[in-house]
Nanobody
Framework: QVQLVESGGGLVQAGGSLRLSCAAS????????MGWFRQAPGKEREFVAA????????PYADSVKGRFTISRDNAKNTVYLQMSSLRPDDTAVYYC??????????????????WGQGTQVTVSS
């Protein structure tokens, strides 16, 4: 069983930056593909970014491409989401997710088996 704990959320002004962290325990972190998703009030959970087990593949949602960077440290069992040039429409609860590695990295929430509790990111205009 994999447990995921996100941290690093908060309130930031538009144009600012935040770095989210997701610490994993249980299972073998280096065997898992990891993803970040977000959910705004009244909206469905949506894909933000993912990273494969080795860190060599990192797809992004078009809305965050060029502004967000996903990375992982397998020695620390942690995945990160560096967010820059934040906009009010980035406001959401951000969730970390994990699944056992596959040949094709997944970007759909239902493809992930394990989820964190989420961390709130609020961007003020």
């Amino acid at each position: 069983q994999v447990q995921l704990v996100e941290s690093g959320g908060g309130l930031v002004q538009a144009g600012g930056s935040l770095r989210l962290s997701c610490a994993a325990s249980g299972g073998t972190f280096s065997s898992n593909d990891m993803g970040w998703f977000r959910q705004a009030p009244g909206k469905e959970r949506e894909f933000v970014a993912a990273i494969n087990w080795s860190g060599s593949i990192t797809p992004y949602a078009d809305s965050v491409k060029g502004r967000f960077t996903i990375s992982r440290d397998n020695a620390k069992n942690t995945v990160y989401l560096q967010m820059s040039s934040l906009r009010p429409d980035d406001t959401a609860v951000y969730y970390c997710a994990a699944r056992y590695r596959t040949i094709r990295i997944r970007t759909i929430p239902s493809d992930y088996n394990y989820w964190g509790q989420g961390t709130q990111v609020t961007v003020s205009s």
